[in-house]
């Protein structure tokens, strides 16, 4: 490959950051989508995936998408809950890849919680 | 773009692991990924020695920091289906504290690591070590850029002598200070070497830094290249570190490739490359001036200084020579610069030292701590005490060349003014760990064995002296010991240690004086009553069960091969010196020392 320079140094480290962010912690934001057996029956992988190809698609550095065990209100599966910084966190249920999809645009990415998908109280 | 894995699983790749089977542990792993199509989601990385060699094999995952331990590859059916695919962590694979019986699942909350300050070591265990992308994702190469572009030779030199770091190879020499001779030293041609020998029993520190992190310990002699305008390097590592020849191997071609190392470095037309030369593993290759004596083609034999290496070294070019940590130390200093290094540690020594715990310890690994934390937290907190309910003796500490420090100064902090006090070195960070049941007089036989054996030959003090105290600490073990031997060992140690030529001669009565030192009783109890207290020289053991100690338990009856024991519930043990073949299975298993 070509010789690098001190700018390529730094876009290998830009390119390589949601690595590093996902094994040091200093995520701005993460998402536990709640498998378990009746998660994963009712649909969870798909929103996982969902999620994972919007932090590709986006090429998100600083938010971490993550799997979780059961949350106990199988009538609300698929769940997820989304933890962003300095926020308190928010359950989602009943989720598809679209719903998920949205999620992750409108209060990952924009800061806004969707109220009709939410589950509880926000705690 | 690069690919996004919600999960990496961290698979321990050093030597230790691989040794306990975690190369299978991975390739089970890789085989239950795919069977639930995971392998598009989850990342494994093979690492180097995450440090907890006692746990191993041991694999981390994230984002969690989930530690699991001692993992076989049959445990993986179940961990993938429980915690990667369900989410659950599982427990019976995570690490449960001794001391209060709890599990403790992430990494970060065991003592072993909590306690600890990573610094030479910061990437082990969180890198994939083949992958020069890995390192520049954790400021890899960014202080060789600032070295570079931003600052003069001067500058680079001023930076690592106001640090305060210290050579880690043993000596503890001023880095700076030999950088800036060799800086001062008229030349065209001269050489940086780096010192991967690591010839101490039970040391594995370097072999580890050169395992989990290669491109540190590169980057950290391009820099120290730049400050003594050297365009030719070496480093020199034992053949019987196949894993660390292979990933420095990979680490070079792969910086090769990025501009890093060759001709006009990070467009800032400096030119630097690096060879590694394979030794063949003889301690005194260690030594600086036999290391470049056998770098040159030659047997490797010390030399008289001066003169020094760094006027006249490897072809009898200014050279400078450094070990594996010391040039993992480098890069962060240029980068945080002197302040940020020196504020950890103590007066005369700073920064953090990386040990190798070994010995009588529950947590075997390797650990870094800053200077200046004491023997006990190392031991007791981080180390997690001492196995089997016996009671610490004392710690050996710099190998062959340092010395034994008692149970009594325990709360000694480890530095090198104060190591050096108690007669023992800081050395390159063996730590041998000593119960009651070793007796020293065999630990300081052990050393000198290895020193005398290890000896070139060059220099009759240590060819003929080392032999002639082996040959007295051999009678003394043996029960042929006789009054006044201790004081020829003294004689003959203050000679060795005045007349040698190198380093392996002036150090190698250290284990002898030291002990001599902490344990006289010992050895006199072995001369005048022959006998040792520590149940542990064969001449000088009975084999008789001390019928007021022994409790009945009849441990030691399964444990002798010779079926020499005779005991019946209830009675105290007899064993049958006809019979017996000495071979102290039953010392070892009583729990009691009951066995005289
Ligand atoms: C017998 C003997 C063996 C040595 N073995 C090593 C060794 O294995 N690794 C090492 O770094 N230094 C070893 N040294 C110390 C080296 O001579 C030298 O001081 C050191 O590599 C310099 O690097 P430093 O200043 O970074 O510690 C040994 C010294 C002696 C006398």
């Known amino acids: 490959m070509a010789k690098i320079t001190f700018e390529d140094l730094k876009k290998i480290k830009e390119q390589y950051r949601a690595s590093t962010t996902l094994r040091e912690g200093g995520a701005r934001a993460k998402v536990s989508v709640h498998m378990g057996t009746c998660g994963i029956a009712s649909g969870a992988r798909p929103v996982l995936k969902a999620l994972v190809r919007e932090v590709e698609d986006r090429d998100i550095k600083d938010v971490i998408v993550t799997i979780a065990g059961c949350a106990g209100q199988c009538t609300q599966e698929p769940m997820a809950t989304v933890e962003i910084k300095g926020e308190p966190p928010v359950v989602y249920g009943k989720l598809n890849e679209a719903k998920a999809k949205e999620i992750f645009a409108q209060h990952i990415v924009g800061g806004t919680v969707l109220e009709q998908y939410t589950v509880e109280e926000r705690a | ?596």
């Open chain 2, 1 to 596: 773009m690069v690919k996004f894995f919600r999960t990496h699983v961290l698979v321990c790749a050093g030597t230790g692991c691989v040794a306990s089977k975690s190369i299978a542990v991975k390739k089970a792993l890789e085989v239950e990924l795919a069977k639930h199509h995971l392998e598009d989601e989850v990342q494994i990385v093979a690492t180097g020695c995450n440090g907890f060699c006692a746990a191993g094999p041991v694999m981390v995952v994230y984002p969690e920091g989930i530690f699991y331990q001692k993992l076989k590859p049959e445990d993986m059916p179940l961990l993938v289906e429980e915690h990667l695919l369900n989410g659950r962590p599982v427990e019976t694979f995570m690490y449960k504290d001794p001391l209060k019986k709890q599990i403790v699942p992430k990494m970060h909350d065991i003592a072993f690591f909590g306690l600890q300050e990573l610094r030479a070591l910061r990437n082990k265990g969180i890198i994939d070590a083949e992958k020069i992308e890995d390192y520049i994702a954790r400021d890899g190469y960014f202080a060789l850029a600032k070295a570079l572009n931003e600052m003069t030779p001067e500058q680079i030199t001023g930076e690592i002598k106001e640090s305060g770091l210290r050579g880690r190879g043993g000596a503890g020499f001023s880095t700076g200070l030999k950088w800036e001779f060799a800086a001062q030293a008229n030349s065209t041609i001269k050489y940086v070497l780096c010192n991967g020998d690591e010839g101490d029993p039970g040391a594995f520190m370097d072999r580890s830094i050169l395992e989990a992190d290669p491109h540190v310990v590169l980057e950290g002699m391009i820099i120290a290249a730049k400050a003594i305008a050297a365009h030719q390097g070496y480093i020199y590592v034992r053949a019987e570190y196949p894993l660390a020849v292979n990933r420095l191997k990979i680490a070079i071609a792969k910086a090769r490739d990025f501009g890093l190392l060759g001709k006009n470095i990070l467009d800032s037309g400096f030119d630097f490359d690096v060879e590694i030369y394979q030794g063949a593993g003889a301690f005194v290759c260690g030594e600086e001036t036999a290391l470049m004596t056998s770098l040159e083609g030659k047997r490797g034999m010390p030399r008289p200084r001066p003169p020094f290496p760094a006027h006249k070294g490897l072809w009898k070019k200014p050279t400078i020579l450094n070990n594996v940590e010391t040039y993992a130390n480098v890069p962060p200093i240029i980068l945080n610069g002197a302040r940020w290094f020196n504020s950890l540690g103590t007066e005369g020594s700073k920064g953090t030292k990386v040990f190798a715990l070994t010995g009588a310890v529950n947590n075997i690994g390797l650990v870094e701590v800053p200077m200046g934390t004491t023997l006990k937290t190392i031991i007791c907190d981080i180390g997690g005490g001492i196995p089997n309910r016996r009671k610490l003796k004392a710690v050996q500490m710099g190998g062959p060349s340092g010395g034994c420090i008692p149970e009594s100064l325990i709360d000694t902090p480890v530095d090198y003014e104060s190591i050096t006090k108690t007669g023992a070195i800081m050395g390159s960070g063996g730590m041998v760990v000593i119960d009651e049941t070793t007796c020293m007089v065999n630990i300081a036989k052990f050393f000198l064995e290895f020193t005398q054996d290890e000896s070139c030959g060059k220099c009759a003090p240590c060819r003929i002296g080392t032999k002639v105290m082996l040959d007295i600490l051999k009678d003394i073990c043996e029960g042929k010991g006789k009054e006044g031997d201790v004081e020829t060992l003294e004689d003959l140690s203050v000679t060795i240690k005045s007349a040698s030529l190198c380093g392996l001669g002036q150090t190698a009565p250290n284990p002898v004086l030291t002990t001599i030192r902490y344990f006289r009783d010992e050895y006199d109890a072995h001369i005048k009553e022959k006998i040792c207290p520590a149940h542990s020289c064969v001449e000088l053991i009975k084999f008789v069960v001390n019928g007021e100690v022994c409790k009945k338990c009849g441990k030691c009856v399964k444990a002798c091969p010779a079926s020499a024991i005779a005991w019946e519930k209830g009675q105290t043990a007899c064993i049958d010196r006809d019979t017996c073949v000495k071979c102290k299975s039953c010392i070892t298993t009583c729990p009691f020392r009951a066995i005289e």
